[in-house]
């Protein structure tokens, strides 16, 4: 079992920043991936950014260049900068541990934590 929490949210006027920040505890071991999704008021959760033990990190194209996906050298902790906010970008942000446990994978995901930006 992994929990996911998240933190970082929050208002910001349009062209801000924020940083969210996202820890997994439990059987951390198991994690071979994290990564940030979103979901808007009335639309579907969508992808934003990912990033793996082996790959790269990955962004949506409506993110890419402005917002960036790291890891502080452990593999249960993962950051989203968001710079260069637009209200698009308002929603609410998940964090998602993958993880391998005994051959089999499970993800587990955060509670979430509101983004707003106002134009």
């Known amino acids: 079992q992994v929990q996911v929490v998240e933190s970082g949210g929050g208002l910001v006027h349009s062209g801000g920043s924020l940083r969210l920040s996202c820890v997994g505890s439990?059987?951390?071991?198991?994690?071979?991936?994290m990564g940030w999704y979103r979901q808007a008021t009335g639309k579907q959760r969508e992808l934003v950014a990912t990033?793996?033990?082996?790959?790269?990190?990955h962004y949506a194209t409506s993110v890419q260049g402005r917002f960036t996906i790291s890891t502080n050298n452990t593999k249960n902790t993962v950051f989203l900068q968001m710079d260069s906010l637009k209200p698009e970008d308002t929603a609410v942000y998940y964090c998602?541990?993958?993880?391998?446990?005994?051959?089999?994978?499970?993800?587990?995901w955060g509670q979430g934590t509101q983004v707003t930006v106002s134009s």
């Open positions: 998602k541990a993958n993880t391998l446990h005994q051959g089999r994978t499970r993800d587990y």
């Open positions: 439990g059987n951390i071991n198991s994690i071979y991936g």
């Open positions: 990033i793996t033990e082996i790959g790269g990190p």
